[in-house]
C-alpha cells in the first residue's frame, strides 16, 4: 500500500528567505506527483504536476523535483513571501488512486 | 469557468438521519472522487468513479455510498450518519489518472454529526 509521508508537519520562515518543502512516498510505480496548495477552510489548489519520467517542473517561484528511485519529491519556494503561507501537500497518482500525504504547514513571517 | 461544486457547504444534521452532499463538475471529466479530510490524518479517498456507472472503493468506504448516473455528477450518500463522520469533505474530479491529468477540487463540505 502506498504511503506518503511530509515532513516536517510545520514550518515558519522570515519573509524573503528561500525554503524547501519535502514528500516521500514509499512504492515508484506512480503516474505522477502533485502539489497541491490549500487555504483555511479552503479546498485544494494544484500548483504543479511532474509526470513519473519527469525530474522537475517550475512555475513562477515555485520549482518541484522528482526522484522516483528513492521515492522523493521536493517542492522549493523562492523569495517567499507571506501569501505562500498555507498548507502545502504532496499526492501521488498510482493504480486509479490518488494518495495523499498530511501536508506542511507553512507560515511566511512577515 | 471551469470548476467542481459541492452542495451544501456546511451542514449539521444528527445521527442516523439520512443525507446527500453533491457534486458536479462542468469538465467534461471521466474521473471523480470523494475524500475526507481529518486533522493528523490528511485526506482519505472514499469512493471514486472511472466514468458514469463505475465506482469503486476507495480506502475508507465504510458507511457511504455513490452513484454515477450522469458524467457531470457524483452524489456522496451517508444512509445513516454517525458522529465519526464528522469530517471536511472533498469531491474532485480529473481527465483521468494518468501521467498528465491534474486533479480539481471541490470547496468542501464540512460535515458535522451529532
Known amino acids: ?110 | 469557468e471551469a470548476q467542481v461544486t459541492q452542495n451544501p457547504r456546511y451542514l449539521i444534521t444528527v445521527t442516523g438521519k439520512k443525507l446527500t452532499v453533491t457534486c458536479s463538475q462542468n469538465m467534461n471529466h471521466e474521473y471523480m472522487s470523494w475524500y475526507r479530510q481529518d486533522p493528523g490524518l490528511g485526506l482519505r479517498q472514499i469512493y471514486y468513479s472511472m466514468n458514469v456507472e463505475v465506482t469503486d472503493k476507495g480506502d475508507v468506504p465504510e458507511g457511504y455510498k455513490v452513484s454515477r448516473k450522469e458524467k457531470r455528477n457524483f452524489p456522496l450518500i451517508l444512509e445513516s450518519p454517525s458522529p465519526n463522520q464528522t469530517s471536511l469533505y472533498f469531491c474532485a474530479s480529473s481527465s483521468g489518472l494518468t501521467y498528465t491529468d491534474t486533479q480539481y477540487f471541490g470547496p468542501g463540505t464540512r460535515l458535522t454529526v451529532l
Do not use: H
Not at chain 1, 517567499?80 to 502545502?88: F, I, N, R
Open chain 1, 1 to 110: 500500500k502506498q504511503e506518503v509521508t511530509q515532513i516536517p508537519a510545520a514550518l515558519s520562515v522570515p519573509e524573503g528567505e528561500n525554503l524547501v518543502l519535502n514528500c516521500s512516498f514509499t512504492d515508484s510505480a506512480i503516474y505522477n506527483l502533485q502539489w497541491f496548495r490549500q487555504d483555511p477552510g479552503k479546498g485544494l489548489t494544484s500548483l504543479l504536476l511532474i509526470q513519473s519520467s519527469q525530474r522537475e517542473q517550475t512555475s513562477g517561484r515555485l520549482n518541484a523535483s522528482l526522484d522516483k528511485s528513492s521515492g522523493r519529491s521536493t517542492l522549493y519556494i523562492a523569495a517567499s513571501q507571506p501569501g505562500d503561507s498555507a498548507t502545502y501537500l504532496c499526492a501521488v497518482s498510482a493504480n486509479e488512486k490518488l494518495t495523499f500525504g498530511t501536508g506542511t504547514r507553512l507560515t511566511i513571517i512577515p
